[in-house]
């Protein structure tokens, strides 16, 4: 039987006005088994009125009163843990038992993290820069929010969205990929039992409607996470009325490994950091720098752990991932592998895996050089590519080498050379002896064509704020 979603506007859930619908694919069979509204203009109007008429009763409550609010939002997320865990399952084919540990729970704590954001933020002290005049900083919310979150972490990007959004006093606008609306409509349900109708709304369709959402009068800000060309998209769309744009874009992680690494742990390490999520992650490990006197033993070591993960169904819990999110991302994948040069070696994998759904083998690649077509543009599979490097010059240039800046691993048991290489390298993120951790307090964000704009941290709140500056005389 299928399953139909629907929008969320203003309180209420509801078709597309003109009654158009999109196929919603389970991944790990390539078959359809939902519907979700294609989403129109009329269908944006109506959510962006809505998010505009609840945003000054929003703006003007207390910290206080959204930090209780947002709190009972994580709880009742906790309490429909399991029906959020099946639905981002049905829409992704991730494994079960890892979307609860490592992608609801953390989103968990990241909504609770925004709760004391929510009553944190701090400006200059009040003061007389001018003679009679005293000054005082206000920080307030940006207004309506258009956001756009991507299909390789449904949940979790609505939440680096809607939360510190809301908790600023913003009202939202939220569209969940074409790909995987599923959970986000069940967070419009679970949200909507406890804010104010029309702060919170989700709109779901394919492009053109994210267009028509950034390029909508009303919203103040918007924000995307997706790909390069999707960002360069927005930031134009928006420029026309000069929006707030935050944009978290694609990437292309280095990972540094010098000759005094612990060789095994690093493997061990990467591949986690490699394959996880099925390398759809844009701080995935996807490009391995190895020092050449252990590159031999660096390659064979990694192939073998590649070899021995395994992908597959969801309720498998000896699984590190599942299939590839859609019919077109794994003709990109293998299409990368079947377009490579004949220097290249193939250690592992290199193939789909099975006839049914989207799923492909843990990949690495070997022989590859700095200006070669997989090594400079994402590939957002489970794939990764290993090249040699003589010394730390070669190392820093190698891995700032490409278009992407989000984030970066060394590994390395000497602490002057991790200092030196956190420094040189051009990341937003740059992780020692580890890769791919994230807290709630410390910010994600890159430079560069992997965009602008933090996400998590107070960064990422304050990022959903404005400045004003008040003054006032002081005589009567």
């Given at each position: 039987m299928s399953t139909t979603f629907r929008n969320y506007i203003d309180g209420a859930f509801?078709?597309?006005?003109?009654?158009?619908?999109?196929?919603?694919?389970?991944?790990?069979?390539?078959?359809?088994?939902?519907?979700?509204?294609?989403?129109?203009?009329?269908?944006?109007?109506?959510?962006?009125?809505?998010?505009?008429?609840?945003?000054?009763?929003?703006?003007?409550?207390?910290?206080s009163v959204r930090q209780h609010a947002l709190l009972k939002i994580a709880d009742a997320m906790e309490a429909r843990a399991d029906d959020l865990v099946a639905a981002e399952s049905r829409d992704t084919g991730k494994p079960l038992h890892l979307l609860r540990s490592d992608e609801l729970a953390p989103a968990i704590d990241q909504v609770r993290f925004f709760a004391g954001a929510a009553r944190m933020l701090e400006g200059r002290s009040a003061g007389e820069y001018m003679e009679g005049l005293t000054s005082i900083i206000r920080r307030e919310p940006v207004g309506v929010c258009a956001q756009v979150a991507p299909w390789n972490y449904p949940l979790l990007m609505a939440v680096w969205k809607f939360a510190p959004a809301l908790a600023a006093g913003n009202a939202v606008v939220l569209k969940p990929s074409d790909t995987t609306p599923a959970s986000t409509v069940l967070l419009a349900e679970i949200i909507g039992q406890i804010l104010p109708k029309g702060v919170f709304n989700v709109v779901c369709g394919d492009r053109e409607t994210g267009r028509a959402m950034v390029e909508h009068p009303t919203p103040a800000m918007a924000s995307i996470t997706g790909s390069v060309r999707a960002g360069m998209q927005v930031a134009e769309s928006a420029a026309k009325d000069v929006k707030r744009v935050h944009l978290e874009l694609g990437g292309k992680a280095p990972a540094v490994v010098f000759e005094d690494a612990d060789l095994a742990k690093a493997v061990d390490d990467l591949v986690v950091g490699g394959f996880f999520n099925a390398g759809q992650d844009c701080t995935a490990a996807t490009r391995v720098l190895v020092h050449e006197s252990v590159h031999d033993e660096f390659v064979s070591a990694?192939?073998?752990?590649?070899?021995?993960?395994?992908?597959?169904?969801?309720?498998?819990?000896?699984?590190?991932?599942?299939?590839?999110?859609?019919?077109?991302?794994?003709?990109?994948?293998?299409?990368?592998?079947?377009?490579?040069?004949?220097?290249?070696?193939?250690?592992?994998?290199?193939?789909?895996?099975?006839?049914?759904?989207?799923?492909?083998?843990p990949t690495v690649v070997s022989g590859l050089r700095q200006?070669?077509?997989?090594?400079?543009?994402?590939?957002?599979?489970?794939?990764?590519?290993?090249?040699s490097f003589t010394d730390e010059a070669q190392a820093v240039e190698y891995?700032?080498?490409?278009?992407?800046?989000?984030?970066?691993?060394?590994?390395?048991?000497?602490h002057a050379r991790a200092m030196r290489m956190s420094k040189n390298l051009d990341f937003g993120c740059v992780w020692i002896n580890t890769h791919m951790a994230l807290v709630a307090e410390m910010p994600h964000g890159g430079f560069k064509k992997s965009g602008y704009g933090k996400d998590l941290s107070a960064y990422g709140f304050e990022d959903y704020t404005r400045i004003k500056h008040v003054m006032t005389s002081l005589d009567d």
């Open positions: 509801a078709d597309a006005s003109d009654g158009r619908t999109l196929d919603v694919v389970d991944p790990t069979t390539g078959e359809v088994y939902a519907t979700s509204p294609l989403s129109g203009p009329a269908d944006v109007d109506a959510a962006m009125a809505a998010a505009a008429a609840a945003f000054p009763g929003w703006r003007d409550t207390t910290p990694l192939a073998k752990a590649a070899a021995d993960t395994k992908t597959g169904l969801p309720d498998d819990e000896d699984v590190l991932y599942g299939p590839l999110n859609n019919a077109n991302q794994l003709a990109q994948v293998t299409g990368f592998i079947e377009r490579l040069p004949a220097h290249a070696k193939v250690e592992a994998g290199g193939h789909r895996v099975g006839d049914k759904g989207y799923f492909y083998a200006d070669d077509e997989i090594v400079q543009q994402e590939v957002f599979g489970p794939v990764m590519t290993v090249q891995a700032n080498g490409v278009e992407y800046a989000l984030a970066s691993s060394v590994w390395t048991k000497d």
